[in-house]
């Protein structure tokens, strides 16, 4: 029965990563969800891990190639998100540190910047100042990241 229990979720696992890409995190919970026992749930995750079919290290380097790309956002949201994601703190942050600059927190502030502007059709600058900081801030930008592209905007 265990053992049938083990091919049921190894199977089941392999339906969910051959949709997408998923953590250690994401594919025990799912298991949890399924009722599986802790000690299958633990040879199913060696198994994996052994096939290569799960690498945390991998998933959060695309999956922040993939955000910065798609749904830009400051360097605290996307450790934020990977986190979230079941990546730990450690590997979050030295992925971050060598896939995210600060010239490119700078570069994507700038663009969300423009955007943000076009859509403000504001005269009064304290306004717009004080949404444009809202935003980034929301996005996940530094204060200095943001002092330094509402202070050089040009209106």
């Not at 600060?102 to 100042?129: F, H, Q, S, V």
Request: net charge positive; glycine share 4%.
């Amino acid at each position: 029965m265990p053992n049938q229990q083990l091919n049921q979720a190894i199977i089941y696992s392999q339906k969910l990563l051959s949709q997408y890409q998923r953590t250690v995190f994401e594919i025990t919970e799912k298991l949890k969800k399924k009722n599986y026992q802790p000690e299958i749930i633990a040879q199913v995750i060696k198994y994996l891990l052994s096939k290569n079919y799960l690498n945390d290290s991998e998933y959060a380097r695309t999956f922040l190639e993939f955000e910065l790309k798609n749904r830009p956002c400051g360097r605290m949201l996307c450790y934020k998100k990977l986190v979230k994601k079941g990546i730990s703190k450690d590997l979050a942050s030295q992925i971050l540190g060598k896939n995210y600059s600060g010239e490119k927190e700078l570069e994507l502030a700038k663009i969300l910047a423009d955007k943000k502007m076009r859509e403000l059709k504001l005269k009064d600058k304290k306004t717009i100042y004080r949404k444009l900081g809202y935003y980034l801030s929301n996005k996940g930008f530094s204060n200095s990241t943001i002092l330094e592209i509402v202070d050089n905007f040009s209106f």
